[in-house]
T-cell receptor
Framework: SQQGEEDPQALSIQEGENATMNCSYK?????LQWYRQNSGRGLVHLIL?????REKHSGRLRVTLDTSKKSSSLLITASRAADTASYFC????????????FGQGTRLTINP | DTAVSQTPKYLVTQMGNDKSIKCEQN?????MYWYKQDSKKFLKIMFS???????INETVPNRFSPKSPDKAHLNLHINSLELGDSAVYFC??????????????FGSGTRLTVV
């Protein structure tokens, strides 16, 4: 079954604005990761947050994790046209073999 | 360049044919994966190998057979291709650690179209 679900499915904002994407998941996790996929390309790892962490920053990216609500958010500040892409959250669930289970992604469009 | 490289990038073939996709990583990772991305962008794991040993087989039809000759290579062979096999197939690798977590490195994908 699908683990992560992103919200919204699509987001369109003006350049310079902040973009927030949310992810919900169902089981206990070791970590949660966010990936970016440009059209026709592979996925690029953006940031990883461990289950015992609540917030993490990387450049213009800020990720939060609330394990009690089984949810995470990705904030991109001061968006740029080059941020246009699909963004996926992925979870590594506790137990079993290590694997990432992906949500269906948020399609982000930054309008110049 | 350190990377995960997969070939071919595009594959168009007729139903019933057999085809292979190759993947190589030079990152020194010990685990490799195949993921399938459907037309709705949903990514689903198919297989994972750790140091040539099959770890995950996610109820994939027997027509799909992965092969890992060494820990740097993971190939995917598909027999008797069906229309529903049309998708983008991604190879990925990671360093399996203490589950504190490592990001995956993905290849650029192989777009398979079965006609």
């Amino acid at each position: 079954s699908q683990q992560g679900e992103e919200d919204p499915q699509a987001l369109s904002i003006q350049e310079g604005e902040n973009a927030t994407m949310n992810c919900s998941y169902k089981t206990s996790i070791n970590n949660l990761q966010w990936y970016r996929q440009n059209s026709g390309r592979g996925l690029v790892h953006l940031i990883l947050i461990r289950s015992n962490e609540r917030e993490k920053h990387s450049g213009r990216l800020r990720v939060t994790l609330d394990t009690s609500k089984k949810s995470s958010s990705l904030l991109i500040t001061a968006s740029r046209a080059a941020d246009t892409a699909s963004y996926f959250c992925a979870t590594d669930a506790i137990g079993g073999a290590q694997k990432l289970v992906f949500g269906q992604g948020t399609r982000l469009t930054i309008n110049p | 360049d350190t990377a995960v490289s997969q070939t071919p990038k595009y594959l168009v073939t007729q139903m019933g044919n057999d085809k292979s996709i190759k993947c190589e990583q030079n990152l020194g990772h010990d685990t490799m994966y195949w993921y399938k991305q459907d037309s709705k962008k949903f990514l689903k794991i198919m297989f994972s190998y750790n140091n040539k040993e099959l770890i995950i087989n996610e109820t994939v039809p027997n027509r799909f057979s992965p092969k890992s000759p060494d820990k740097a290579h993971l190939n995917l062979h598909i027999n008797s291709l069906e229309l529903g096999d049309s998708a983008v197939y991604f190879c990925a690798s990671s360093q399996v650690g203490d589950r504190g977590g490592y990001g995956y490195t993905f290849g650029s994908g192989t777009r398979l179209t079965v006609v």
